[in-house]
């Protein structure tokens, strides 16, 4: 493979953390943080975003979902609900659009504690 057109090439990345939802991509660059409220992560603020990342790379089907070890279960299903497709109102009726179906999902980096 062409190291050089690697690097050219944008790969989205969602970490979860107990208190925001982190939109970067590899080059280490943050997208979006959206904060959660106190009922927990918004994750129609996420879909939102991710559908502006989508309309500027509408080939890129594939997106990483990293977590911190004590992310609940049910917080990684709704990011990979997400992350995967939205509904979109088509012809007077919803439709699945896709959005980054193929997921990967591998471990946030831990944040280092300040003592």
């Known amino acids: 493979s062409n190291k050089k057109n690697d690097k050219l090439t944008f790969e989205l990345r969602v970490t ?3 208190n925001e939802l982190v939109l ?9 943080r959206i904060p959660a409220g106190k009922d927990g992560h918004n994750y129609l603020s996420l879909k939102e975003v991710l559908k502006q990342v989508k309309s500027r790379f509408p080939d890129k089907t594939n997106a990483t979902i990293l977590s911190e070890p004590d992310t ?44």
């Not at 970067?24 to 979006?32: L, R």
């Not at 659009?97 to 831990?110: M, Q």
Request: net charge positive; proline share 4%.
């Open 72 to 115: 609940p279960y049910e917080n990684l299903v709704n990011v990979m609900d997400a992350v995967r497709s939205y509904a979109a109102f088509v012809d007077d009726e919803y439709v699945s659009a896709e959005l980054f179906p193929d997921i990967s999902i591998g471990d946030a980096a831990i944040r280092k504690r300040r003592r």
């Open 16 to 18: 979860i953390r107990k």
């Open 24 to 32: 970067s991509d590899n080059k280490g660059g943050v997208i979006k």
